[in-house]
């Protein structure tokens, strides 16, 4: 009974933001996505240039030379991004600090999709486990929204190259930020990503060798699986199955698959704890489950949680406190 009290909690939520979302136009858009490339007339030009991004080690790599100019003032840091979009107040990064006793240790936390507002509860809990908390606004949200946006309709879309724009865009953000952090002094660095959140975190750990500690809650491994199949992106499904199929949305969103980053995530000096939800209806726990047997099959140094509740319930006692407890005991080791 209680469990179905729950699933119900679950669904109450997530129809909270359905009244706000619209379904909008299927766009190729790859000239947002390959800047260097020529624009792909077809899916199946925009799928061969994504493939080739997955090749490319240097696609989630700082632009060369870049030497980050940052502001720091009243537990607040600010700085341009590094890749340029339409929406001007989306090119500046945003990110609050919450400090703790020492330097030793950083906590750099990505939020989920459509956040509207930080984790205040969190980052005070970390903070007093002894890791310094950075909380970054990820694209199109908080400071950076759009305007007259109701949603962060540009972060995840049925434009193609706009989504992975935006994913890049966040990855590259956050690299800047960890190097704005050693600057500065501070030691180790983690990151914790909820969410779409930890599909950010997991391709900053991937590509950022700084790294030593990733927590991805609510994580799967492709995305065109999660926004085809999840509770939350219905609407971006409707946009994009007249005009597309699953199999080609997977080789589009190619770049933004951690399965393809398996062998990144399982080096030696990278501990990964992954917290996943065996009643998700937005982030299926067979997609879950698929991407940590990829983990484990590369060898990843990966411990994993999985909780009897939902993607919205894990915000619930006990099980945020249980996943809060397991991660502090990674990021403590």
């Given at each position: 009974?209680?469990?179905?009290?729950?699933?119900?909690?679950?669904?109450?939520?997530?129809?909270?933001?359905?009244?706000?979302?619209?379904?909008?136009?299927?766009?190729?858009?790859?000239?947002?996505?390959?800047?260097?490339?020529?624009?792909?007339?077809?899916?199946?030009?925009?799928?061969?240039?994504?493939?080739?991004?997955?090749?490319?080690?240097?696609?989630?790599?700082?632009?060369?030379?870049?030497?980050?100019?940052?502001?720091?003032?009243?537990?607040?840091?600010?700085?341009?991004?590094?890749?340029?979009?339409?929406?001007?107040?989306?090119?500046?990064?945003?990110?609050?600090?919450?400090?703790?006793?020492?330097?030793?240790?950083?906590?750099?936390?990505?939020?989920?999709?459509?956040?509207?507002?930080?984790?205040?509860?969190?980052?005070?809990?970390?903070?007093?486990?002894?890791?310094?908390?950075?909380?970054?606004?990820?694209?199109?949200?908080?400071?950076?929204?759009r305007?007259?946006?109701?949603?962060?309709?540009?972060?995840?879309?049925?434009?193609l190259?706009r989504?992975?724009?935006?994913?890049?865009?966040?990855?590259?953000?956050?690299?800047?930020?960890?190097?704005?952090?050693?600057?500065?002094?501070?030691?180790?660095?983690?990151?914790?990503?909820?969410?779409?959140?930890?599909?950010?975190?997991?391709?900053?750990?991937?590509?950022?060798?700084?790294?030593?500690?990733?927590?991805?809650?609510?994580?799967?491994?492709?995305?065109?699986?999660?926004?085809?199949?999840?509770?939350?992106?219905?609407?971006?499904?409707?946009?994009l199955?007249?005009?597309?199929?699953?199999?080609?949305?997977?080789?589009?969103?190619?770049p933004?698959?951690?399965?393809?980053?398996?062998?990144?995530?399982?080096r030696?000096?990278?501990d990964?704890?992954?917290?996943?939800?065996?009643?998700?209806?937005?982030?299926?726990?067979?997609?879950?489950?698929?991407?940590?047997?990829?983990?484990?099959?590369?060898?990843?140094?990966?411990?994993?949680?999985?909780?009897?509740?939902?993607?919205?319930?894990?915000?619930?006692?006990?099980?945020?406190?249980?996943?809060?407890?397991?991660?502090?005991?990674?990021?403590?080791?």
């Open positions: 009974m209680y469990h179905s009290w729950l699933d119900r909690w679950d669904e109450r939520r997530a129809q909270r933001r359905d009244a706000v979302k619209e379904e909008t136009a299927f766009a190729l858009d790859a000239q947002l996505a390959f800047p260097s490339a020529e624009n792909a007339a077809s899916i199946g030009c925009f799928t061969d240039l994504a493939e080739q991004a997955v090749g490319d080690a240097t696609f989630f790599d700082e632009p060369e030379g870049s030497d980050p100019d940052f502001e720091w003032q009243d537990g607040w840091i600010k700085f341009r991004s590094s890749v340029s979009t339409d929406t001007d107040s989306n090119n500046i990064v945003w990110a609050k600090v919450t400090e703790s006793r020492s330097k030793d240790r950083v906590l750099v936390i990505f939020h989920h999709w459509n956040a509207s507002s930080r984790y205040g509860q969190i980052a005070k809990y970390f903070s007093s486990c002894g890791s310094t908390v950075v909380q970054i606004a990820m694209p199109y949200h908080f400071e950076r929204c305007p007259a946006s109701l949603y962060a309709d540009h972060m995840l879309s049925p434009s190259g989504t992975i724009q935006s994913v890049r865009q966040a990855v590259l953000d956050g690299r800047t930020l960890i190097r704005v952090l050693q600057q500065r002094g501070y030691g180790e660095v983690s990151v914790l990503g909820m969410s779409l959140g930890s599909w950010v975190a997991g391709l900053v750990a991937a590509n950022d060798l700084t790294v030593k500690k990733a927590v991805l809650f609510l994580v799967a491994g492709s995305l065109a699986d999660m926004v085809w199949t999840g509770r939350a992106t219905r609407h971006i499904r409707a946009s199955e007249d005009q597309i199929n699953l199999a080609q949305l997977g080789r589009a969103w190619s933004l698959n951690l399965e393809n980053y398996t062998d990144r995530l399982a030696t000096d990278l990964l704890k992954i917290v996943l939800a065996q009643r998700d209806t937005v982030v299926l726990p067979e997609l879950s489950k698929r991407l940590t047997a990829k983990l484990k099959e590369a060898g990843a140094r990966a411990d994993v949680l999985e909780l009897n509740c939902g993607h919205y319930s894990l915000s619930l006692p006990p099980y945020i406190i249980r996943a809060g407890f397991s991660a502090s005991r990674l990021l403590n080791r």
